[in-house]
Structure formats: structure tokens, C-alpha cells
């Protein structure tokens, strides 16, 4: 990574951030029997399919970036591996970034793509009655707040590497703050373009649900939480699925020892990333299923 040479975050405008994350795309080796873009009730999104079945569950996953980066094509492999190893489709969310368009702008549409995936689940070939939602970072954060919402009826909510503390409060901030991966003048570069410089506005459970009280978060469906060693936001994961396990939540918590945040989009590199994404799949198929 040392050896891309690539600026750091801080110092790139968002357009510039982009631009980097656009040309380490590559084109996925996750083969699909069926994807296309979809309008989610005025959300880009992109569904994928594992077959041709007319009762698939549908996983709504949400992706990372900061609230700033990513794109439906930067986790193109990461959905195409978890509706294959689901067995259920996935509808990816091209939700609004920041800072053009900062909170609440993506949650609302993280919203309208939930409410719009239930109501139209049968014309995609799916069963409203088995709904789930996931993410991975900001993603995860969104996915986590939209269940704490209760638009709608949930199965299960996937949560890889969740940011649920925009305050960075936790130790793993400092004891990570330079990545790899990750840093925390990355992170505070992320949170200020999307909820603005204004630290009292940063514990709203609508921005950082590790605020949110005990029935929002109780209220909440079957999990699974993916944490990584080297992350600053390995701490307030952990907590997060503690705290779901207390309130009587059934819940799976897996730390990747060795790994750093965003290592969940890299299985074509890295054999942790792959089994996390596969171990992922399976969890949401069991879902699904039953």
C-alpha cells in the first residue's frame, strides 16, 4: 500500500479521493448469473441474483466510503460473492455522497432503497418476508441506523467493521491511528465532510447510533459483526456487538486478527478477506433461509 505512493486522504479534495479509489478498481472474477441496475425509488442501485428462483431472500447492502468514496463498481465484487455464497440476491445501494450532499442525504436514501426493496421485492424475484441489511463502514453505519428506525420488518443486519462513534472515543483510535489503511486524520477528514466540524452534533444517533438508547438498539434483528485488529473503529464494533448481545440480540461477532480496515474488498489479494466475505454469505444465507 506504502508503495502506490498515493497522497494522503486528508490532503485530497473528495474528487481527488475518488479519482485514486477509481484506478485501483479492477474488474471482478466473481462470476453471477444475473446483475442490472435498478432505480430503488429514485436510488441508483444494482441488483444481483444467484439464480433464477422466484423466492430469493434480498440482502440491501449498503457499501463503505466514508460517507465521501465508493461506488456501486468498488464493491461489485464484494456483492457478487455474498449473493453467490447467500444463495439470496443483493440489491447495492448507490446512496447520495458527502460533501455534496451531507447527512442526512445518504441515510435517506439508504431508507428509500429499504422501504422501495420491501415493496417491490416480489417483482424482483424475491420475498418481502425475508428482508436483510448490511454494510461495511460508513455502510455498516447506515445499515445500523436504518434497522434502529424499524422502517420495516428486518431479518438480519450485517455489519463489517461498523463506524457507530463519530466522536472517536474509543482506544483503537489511538492505538491505530496510523492505519494502515484507515488513519485518523482519514477518518475525521470523512466525518467533517459528512456531518460537518460540529463535535456536539456528533453523538445524534442518527449520525453515531452508538448513542442511541438500550429499546432502539434491542429492537434490533439477528446480527453478525466483522471487526479487524489494525482498524481505529475495531473498538467501537466490539462494543457495539457486546452491547447488542446484552440486550438479548443473537449475535456473532468475528475479529480478524491481522487485518486492517477495508481488508473486507480485497478477497482477490488477501485469503482473510476472502473466507470474511464468504463467512458473511453463508450467515446471511441461514438467514434467509429459514
Known amino acids: 500500500m506504502a508503495q502506490l505512493g498515493e497522497p494522503p486522504l486528508e490532503s485530497c479534495t473528495p474528487v ?25 425509488g429514485g436510488v441508483p442501485a444494482r441488483l444481483y441474483r444467484p439464480n433464477d428462483r422466484a423466492d430469493l431472500g434480498l440482502l440491501v447492502f449498503l457499501h ?17 460473492i455474498l ?28 431508507l428509500t432503497a429499504t422501504r422501495w426493496a420491501h415493496a417491490n421485492a416480489a417483482t424482483l424475484g424475491c420475498d418481502p418476508d425475508r428482508l436483510a441489511i448490511g454494510g461495511d463502514s460508513a455502510g455498516a453505519n447506515l445499515a445500523i441506523v436504518v434497522c ?23 482506544p483503537s483510535h489511538v492505538e491505530n491511528a496510523e ?11 470523512f466525518i467533517n465532510h459528512y456531518a460537518g466540524d460540529d463535535p456536539a452534533a456528533l453523538t445524534d444517533p442518527l449520525l453515531s447510533p452508538h448513542f442511541a438508547g438500550d ?21 467501537e464494533g466490539d462494543a457495539y456487538a457486546a452491547r447488542l448481545a446484552a440486550l ?25 478477506a476472502a473466507a470474511a466475505n464468504h463467512l458473511a454469505g453463508v450467515a446471511v444465507g441461514r438467514a434467509l433461509s429459514r
Open 16 to 40: 481527488q479521493a475518488r479519482e485514486i479509489r477509481a484506478k485501483r478498481q479492477r474488474v471482478s472474477t466473481e462470476p453471477i448469473h444475473h446483475a442490472r441496475d435498478v432505480d430503488a
Open 248 to 272: 438479548g440480540v443473537p449475535t456473532s461477532h468475528v475479529r480478524f486478527g491481522g487485518m486492517y480496515h477495508g481488508f473486507f474488498s480485497v478477497a482477490d489479494f488477501l485469503d482473510d
Open 215 to 235: 429499546a432502539a438498539v434491542a429492537a434490533s434483528p439477528p446480527t453478525m459483526v466483522i471487526t479487524a485488529e489494525y482498524d481505529p473503529l475495531r473498538d
Open 83 to 110: 449473493a453467490n455464497s447467500s444463495g439470496h440476491a443483493v440489491l447495492s445501494v448507490d446512496y447520495r455522497l458527502a460533501p455534496e450532499h451531507p447527512f442526512p442525504a445518504g441515510l435517506d436514501d439508504a
Open 179 to 189: 492505519g494502515p489503511g484507515l488513519t485518523s486524520r482519514g477518518l475525521i477528514w
Open 148 to 170: 434502529q428506525q424499524r422502517p420495516l420488518p428486518l431479518r438480519f443486519q450485517l455489519l463489517v467493521y461498523p463506524a457507530t462513534d463519530l466522536t472517536c472515543s474509543f
Open 64 to 80: 463503505g466510503g466514508g460517507w465521501v468514496i465508493g461506488s456501486l463498481d468498488t464493491h461489485d465484487n464484494v456483492c457478487r
